[in-house]
Structures are given as structure tokens and as C-alpha cells.
């Protein structure tokens, strides 16, 4: 059983000083992680727009007038040269997302053979499909998949005014059905809906109370979408974002924190802070899943001035297809 976390010493954490935190921070960081090592995953949306969904913040819910193309699921071969592009620009984990409120079965073939061929190229793979239920989720770790992306989002108590499609023990029920298929659990949240450090305080408990936690935590900060509720959202401030962070490590030290969307609002000095804290993981490629996101380029940029070095690719069946990328020159070269 992991440490149990109360809401109260969570929420004392986000009251110390900012210098103090950020040096507890990497301090418990560098206990667990080479802090140099990034972990790096590309997105692509499947099937994007239509959903049935609420969510207030979303630019695929049904319920807006947003600006977005609405797509049927992507066609196999699609999916695949996707996958083959993200690998050659060094990322090791291809993430799918549908905007579903859960998958058909007749689904299933479609999704399991594409993790099938996808884990065959030696990448990681990751989906995230709305609910699932246990039968669903068998199927997907026996076809192989590594990691399922489900966030609990913000506190249960926020959680009623930005969704009312669902519940929040819905999100709890199905991270345990992807906890006991076998499947590794991603789950975060966003910043920036309008909540405050107690919503943050509740959610990381939430998290931090799995048992075990999610092996991936993404931290999004609200992208705006104009035609949501909460297009007109006040921006949270940088050092509040870089503390969120920085709690998150203190009390899940062990598992991979994502700087997730919205880093194309952050600058580089952000970003880097970010890392500091304890981020260790970022969304890699120049699109999210309708919305931008930095380039590779710059992302590589980055890297470089910091001294980053992406996460070796996963070993993968045959120890000839290993790629080791860490400090090789020739990544950087390749890009
Ligand atoms: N439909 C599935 C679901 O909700 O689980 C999967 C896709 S959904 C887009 C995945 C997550 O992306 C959401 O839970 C939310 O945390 C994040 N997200 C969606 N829109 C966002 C936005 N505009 N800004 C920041 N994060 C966003
Ligand atoms: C997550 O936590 N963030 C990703 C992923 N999981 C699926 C999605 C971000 C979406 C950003 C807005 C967009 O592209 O529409
Ligand atoms: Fe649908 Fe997911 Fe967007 Fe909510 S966040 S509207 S469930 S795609």
C-alpha cells in the first residue's frame, strides 16, 4: 500500500514557498529519475468531433459551435503511417484518442489490430476512449496495449460544473477496470478551468491515493476554445502551473508527469521551470489532437539548451530493432 495522502498536507504543500518547493521538488525527483530524461509521446486523434459528451472545455463536444473538422475513425493505413512518422522523429509512445463517450464492440477488431501492428514498429502504445468496460479492456491488454489515458480531470467537487455527462466515480470505476486488466493507467487533469489550490490539493489526492497511482500523469493547462464555456477563461498564472507541478512530484514520485497541452502558450524559461519541478514527459509532434502544439524543431531546440535527452525506445521483441537514442548525436541530427 502506497503512502496515504490527506487533501490538508497536499494543500499545505502548495503554501511553502515557491524556492523551497521547487528544491523538495527536484530533490525527490532526482531520487527516481535521471532528471535529463524525457519522455516523449505523439497524439492523434482517431476520430475527432460529434461527441456526446459535455465536457466544458472540449473542442469535440457535440454541445458547441467550434471551429473544428469532424472525422469518421481514421482509416488503418493512416493510423499506421502516422505512427511510422512519430517513430522516426524519435517518439516512443503513439497515443490515440476518439472522441467517444465509450467504444461500440464493433470497434474492437479495428483498434486491436492496430495495436497489434503498431507494437510490431517497437513503440509504446497508449489509447484513451472514454469508458471501457472489463471485457473491452481485456481485449486491449492481450492485443498489447501499454498504456490507457483517462483523467480524473479536477476535484470531485469541480467536477459537477464542468461535466454533467458522467460522474466522477464513473472515471474512478473505469481506472480500475484498466488497473486490473493489466493495462497502465495515465490519468491527470487540466489547470485553468477555474479552480484553486484546494481543487488542485483534492485532485492530486485522488491520484495520489490509487494504488498504485497512475504509471503517467498528464498535466494540461486549459487550451481555449473559442465557441466553449470557457473560452474566456483567465489564464492561470505561470508560477501556480509550475507549483501544480511541482506538488504533483512531491507526492507521486515515482511515476512520469507530462507537460501536456498548452505548452505552445509557455515560453521556453516555462517550460524549463516546468522541467525543474519534476515534469519528465511531454506531448511530441506539432498537433494535439485538434489543436497545435509545438513543433518538433522547437521541442528540439529545447532539448538541446537544456540538455534534455529523450527516453530510449522500449524494448521490443527482437534486441535488433532497439534503437538507444540517449545522448547519440545522431538523434539530434536525424530531426
Ligand atoms: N474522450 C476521451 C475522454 O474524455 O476520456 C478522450 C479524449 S479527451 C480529449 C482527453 C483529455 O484531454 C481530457 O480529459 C482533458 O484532460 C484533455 N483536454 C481536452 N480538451 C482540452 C483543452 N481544450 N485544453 C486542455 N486539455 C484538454
Ligand atoms: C491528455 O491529458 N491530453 C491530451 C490527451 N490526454 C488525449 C489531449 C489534449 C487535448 C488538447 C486540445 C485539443 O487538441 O483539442
Ligand atoms: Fe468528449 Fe473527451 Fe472531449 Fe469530453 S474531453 S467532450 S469526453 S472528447
Request: one cysteine or more; charged letters at 25%.
Amino acid at each position: 500500500m502506497n503512502k496515504k495522502w490527506e487533501v490538508k498536507k497536499i494543500h499545505e504543500l502548495f503554501k511553502q514557498p515557491f524556492l523551497n518547493l521547487m528544491y523538495q521538488a527536484q530533490t525527490v525527483h532526482r531520487n527516481h529519475f535521471d532528471p535529463h530524461e524525457i519522455q516523449i509521446s505523439t497524439l492523434l486523434s482517431i476520430k475527432t468531433g460529434l461527441c456526446p459528451e459535455d465536457c466544458k472545455y472540449c473542442a469535440q463536444s457535440s454541445r458547441y459551435k467550434t471551429n473544428i473538422k469532424n472525422e469518421k475513425l481514421l482509416d488503418t493505413e493512416k493510423v499506421l503511417k502516422e505512427a511510422e512518422k512519430a517513430k522516426n522523429l524519435g517518439s516512443n509512445r503513439f497515443c490515440m484518442g476518439a472522441a467517444w463517450k465509450k467504444p461500440k464492440d464493433r470497434d474492437m477488431p479495428y483498434l486491436l489490430n492496430i495495436i497489434k501492428k503498431i507494437k510490431n514498429m517497437g513503440m509504446e502504445t497508449c489509447m484513451t476512449l472514454g469508458s471501457i468496460n472489463k471485457n473491452q479492456a481485456i481485449q486491449l491488454a492481450d492485443a498489447g496495449l501499454d498504456f490507457y489515458n483517462h483523467n480524473l480531470d479536477t476535484s470531485p467537487k469541480m467536477y459537477k460544473k464542468i461535466i454533467t455527462t458522467r460522474k466522477y466515480q464513473d472515471r474512478l470505476d473505469t481506472l480500475n477496470i484498466i488497473r486490473k486488466s493489466g493495462i497502465k493507467v495515465c490519468s491527470g487533469g487540466i489547470l485553468g478551468l477555474g479552480e484553486k489550490n484546494i481543487d488542485r490539493a483534492e485532485l492530486l489526492a485522488q491520484l495520489a491515493n490509487l494504488n498504485p497511482p497512475p504509471e503517467s500523469i498528464p498535466i494540461n493547462m486549459l487550451v481555449k476554445i473559442k465557441g466553449t464555456p470557457m473560452e474566456n477563461n483567465h489564464v492561470i498564472n505561470t508560477f501556480d502551473f509550475i507549483k501544480t507541478i511541482a506538488v504533483t512530484r512531491i507526492v507521486i514520485p515515482k511515476s512520469y508527469i507530462r507537460l501536456s497541452a498548452g505548452r505552445e502558450a509557455m515560453n521556453k524559461n516555462m517550460q524549463a521551470m516546468c522541467f525543474m519541478a519534476g515534469a519528465n514527459s511531454i506531448f511530441y509532434g506539432c498537433k494535439l489532437l485538434t489543436k497545435n502544439n509545438n513543433t518538433e524543431k522547437e521541442d528540439i531546440e529545447l532539448f538541446k539548451m537544456l540538455d534534455l535527452y529523450p527516453k530510449k525506445h522500449v524494448i521490443n521483441h527482437d534486441e535488433k530493432d532497439i534503437k538507444i537514442f540517449n545522448k547519440n548525436k545522431k538523434y539530434y541530427n536525424a530531426i
